[in-house]
């Protein structure tokens, strides 16, 4: 009686799992889209309260990967890369960003304390503008002496022309 049984269940549950398989959603393949490199005036903008340098312990492999002091990838291609001493409180400007494009772009941030200031909790403030204008705005806390990597997400409209306007003003 046990083989029985234990066939009954086996059938049910490879049963079970091929009716589902065969009942599920179809997936869709992904749209393919074009990438459109932005035209207008982009600028990033980062203040910290706290001074920036490079990572002292950071394994060292050659010259160029050293931990610099602060990083910013751009949609996974590196922007910026500061390998000296920045100050604190002083907003550091990187204008034009490269490798944005119209609609989600991700950033990466990473700035590094130095091991005077491992006893704070440290704050980045990142400021993207189109022009004069920002369009996103964030904060970024991070834990007392710990390096503060964040990702966030900006998105960029496509650019206004006059003939896209459709008010008449």
């Not at 269940?9 to 997936?27: C, D, N």
């Not at 312990?57 to 160029?64: P, S, V």
């Amino acid at each position: 009686m046990r083989p029985v049984l234990a066939v009954l269940i086996w059938v049910a549950l490879i049963g079970g799992l091929s009716a589902y398989m065969h009942a599920r959603e179809k997936i869709n393949p992904a749209r393919s889209y074009e990438t459109r490199a932005v035209t207008d005036a982009f600028a990033l903008e980062v203040t910290t309260t706290f001074d920036m340098e490079p990572d002292p312990f950071a394994l060292k492999t050659d010259t160029e990967s050293a931990a610099p002091a602060l990083l910013i990838r751009v949609n996974g291609k590196e922007a910026l890369r500061r390998n000296d001493r920045v100050e604190r409180g002083v907003p550091f400007r990187l204008e034009p960003v490269p490798a944005l494009i119209q609609g989600h772009n991700e950033i990466y941030l990473e700035a590094n304390p130095p091991m005077e200031q491992a006893d704070r909790s440290l704050a980045v403030r990142v400021r993207v503008f189109r022009g004069s204008m920002p369009i996103a705005d964030q904060s970024i806390w991070s834990e007392s002496g710990s390096t503060v990597a964040t990702t966030f997400r900006v998105d960029v409209e496509p650019e206004k022309t006059p003939e896209a306007d459709t008010h008449g003003h």
